[in-house]
Structure formats: structure tokens, C-alpha cells
């Protein structure tokens, strides 16, 4: 997506990494009312679920449901969808999503717990995978996980990311998307790995996916922007976390991330009274008592 001069882009992953985390498994038609909320609030991308096995992520396993029931609502924003394999990326072009994501890490601990393959196993694995969402017309995002620290082996290198991201581009991956997974970095650590991997792509096509377990995600999608980042995740909400990553928090709020933008003079998509509509909605289906 071309951006204007002070655009920024937030793209929203609630649906997908805010719900795949949940005790509880949130209903389609409350996943389809809380992406319909996000669509009138002007997101332009919304990563809407997860191809992957549902038996790794039962809160995800209705994926087909979902999509089905959102498309015809979405006219202007861009559905995404993780997809970790090519029975994943089958699911995902039957259900018309215009954008795929494939993801793997810098570390191997967590390539493992997560995916069950080695980095350079996941990377072989998306080869067939890219050729195909591309032959289809789809675009494809690569996430890179543990951009600064693992749950399982501890700090990353920005060399190390640095390394999978040149791995990805090079199988072909239109986008670059750098998760801090348990979100434990500083704003410091944010600009020595964006700036490692900006020799792999340019800052303003680099895309932050920041979690907020220590509050610190802001001031680091702060120095992100400073340094000619324009594209961020976020959930509304604040909602999410990874179920193989042990003390991950939600996701940036996407609300944060907007008042953010607008305060340093960008423009995002988006009506902010409307998404707090749709963050309000979400918190009042999560808080509702886990039954069974
Ligand atoms: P595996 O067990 O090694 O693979 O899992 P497998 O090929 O042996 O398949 C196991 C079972 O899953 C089989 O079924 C397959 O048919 C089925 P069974 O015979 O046991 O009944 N299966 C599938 N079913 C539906 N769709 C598919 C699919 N693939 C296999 N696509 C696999 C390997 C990759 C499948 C598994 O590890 C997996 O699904 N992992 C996903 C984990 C996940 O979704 N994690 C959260 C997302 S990543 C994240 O949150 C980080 C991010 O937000 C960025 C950040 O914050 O850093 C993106
Ligand atoms: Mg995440």
C-alpha cells in the first residue's frame, strides 16, 4: 500500500493475534461484529485470523466461518490471514483473502515452540508458499519474532534478524513485519534493529509489530516513527499475546498508536470515536464470564 508523505499506516491484528490467546473461544458472530466495527472506523488492513492447525490454535479454527461472513462487509479494507504452510495458503485462497502472512523468528527456540521447524526449515517450507499466493495475485508479508528477546533463549541480535529478514526477502516476501513477540524492548533496542534490518528494506517499508507487557511500546513506536517508520500493527484494545510465547501481553493498542501519529502531525485512515466503538466491543465480549 503507496502511502502519502506524513501517512501512517496501522494495520490492525486484533481479530487474529488479540483473539488467538483467549481462554475463551469468542464467537463468529462476535468476531465478524467486532471486524465490521474496525472496517467503519476506516482501518485500511485488518488481519482478520490464522490458517494454521487448529489444534495448535482452537480460537482460530473457524477461520473459514469468519471470512466468509466479513468479506462482503469489507469493501475498502484489506483482509489478511496468517498462513504457516501450503495446506494453510489452500485455505486462506479459497477464502478470497487479499493478503497472506507467513511467519517464522530470529530465534530457533522459538521457531521451534511455535511452528515446530527450524528457522531455515520454515523459511524452505514458505518458498512454495510465496510462488503460489503471488501466481494468485495475493500479497505476502514475512514476520521476523523475537526481534530483541526470546522467551526461551533470551536476547537476539539485530544481526540475527537481520539474517532472517535478507532470508525472506530473498525467497521473494513483499513486506517485512518485525514482531518484539513478549514485548520487552526499549526504545534503544527498536532503533539498532531497525536500522540493521533497513539495509534489507527502506524504514518506511518496514512494518513494527509491538506487544506492550511493559508499557514501554509506545515510546518505542515513538522512536520508530522518528526514525521513518510508517507502518505499525496494532489491536484494538490492547488485546492478544501469543499462546507459545509464555508472558507475552497484548498487542500495542491500536487507539495509543493513533493519538500517537496524530500528535507528532501524521495522518492515519482512521475515525477515532469509531475505534474506540469497536475496542469498547471487544473488551465487553472479553470480559464476559469464561463459560465451562
Ligand atoms: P506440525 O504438528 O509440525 O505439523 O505443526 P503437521 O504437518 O504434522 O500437522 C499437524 C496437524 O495439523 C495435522 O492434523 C495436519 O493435518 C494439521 P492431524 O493429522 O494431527 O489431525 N495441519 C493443518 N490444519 C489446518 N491448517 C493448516 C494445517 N497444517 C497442518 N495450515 C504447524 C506445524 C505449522 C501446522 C503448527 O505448528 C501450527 O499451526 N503453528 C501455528 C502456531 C501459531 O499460530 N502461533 C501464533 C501465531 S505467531 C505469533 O503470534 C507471532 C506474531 O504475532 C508476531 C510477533 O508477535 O512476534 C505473528
Ligand atoms: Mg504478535
Known amino acids: 500500500m ?106 530457533e527456540a522459538f521457531a521451534q515452540k511455535n511452528i515446530n521447524a527450524t528457522i531455515a526449515e520454515s523459511i524452505d517450507r514458505f518458498v512454495p508458499v510465496v510462488r503460489a499466493a503471488h501466481a494468485a495475485g495475493v500479497v505476502v508479508r514475512g514476520y521476523v519474532s523475537c526481534i530483541v528477546a526470546c522467551p526461551y533463549d533470551g536476547p537476539v541480535t539485530p544481526d540475527a534478524v537481520r539474517e532472517t529478514c535478507a532470508r525472506l526477502a530473498e525467497i521473494g516476501v513483499d513486506e517485512l513485519d518485525l514482531g518484539d513477540t513478549i514485548g520487552v524492548a526499549h526504545p534503544d533496542d527498536i532503533a539498532r534493529v531497525l536500522e540493521s534490518c533497513s539495509s534489507v528494506r527502506p524504514m518506511d517499508e518496514l512494518v513494527l509489530h509491538l ?27 490492547g488485546i492478544g499475546g501469543c499462546p507459545y510465547a509464555p508472558g507475552a501481553s497484548g498487542n500495542i493498542a491500536t487507539e495509543l498508536l493513533d493519538d500517537l501519529c496524530i500528535a507528532r502531525g501524521y495522518s492515519t485512515s482512521i475515525d477515532r470515536t469509531a475505534l474506540g466503538r469497536a475496542a469498547r466491543f471487544i473488551e465487553s465480549v472479553l470480559a464476559e464470564p469464561v463459560v465451562g
Open 2 to 107: 503507496t502511502l502519502g508523505a506524513r501517512e501512517v499506516l496501522l494495520c490492525e491484528v486484533g481479530p487474529r493475534d488479540g483473539l488467538q490467546n483467549e481462554q475463551r473461544i469468542v464467537s463468529v458472530d462476535d468476531k465478524v461484529r467486532f471486524i465490521e466495527l474496525l472496517v467503519a472506523a476506516g482501518i485500511r488492513e485488518i488481519e482478520v485470523t490464522s490458517f494454521v492447525s487448529p489444534r495448535w490454535v482452537p480460537q482460530l479454527a473457524d477461520a473459514e466461518n469468519v471470512l466468509a461472513r466479513v468479506r462482503p462487509l469489507a469493501a475498502g479494507a484489506l483482509l489478511s490471514a496468517l498462513v504457516p504452510n501450503e495446506r494453510g495458503l489452500e485455505r486462506a485462497l479459497a477464502c478470497g483473502v487479499g493478503k497472506i502472512s507467513v511467519f517464522t523468528a530470529a530465534s
Open 211 to 237: 506487544h506492550d507487557t511493559q508499557q514501554r511500546a509506545i515510546p518505542c513506536a515513538e522512536r520508530a516513527l522518528a526514525l521513518g517508520v510508517r507502518r505499525f500493527d496494532g489491536s484494538a484494545a
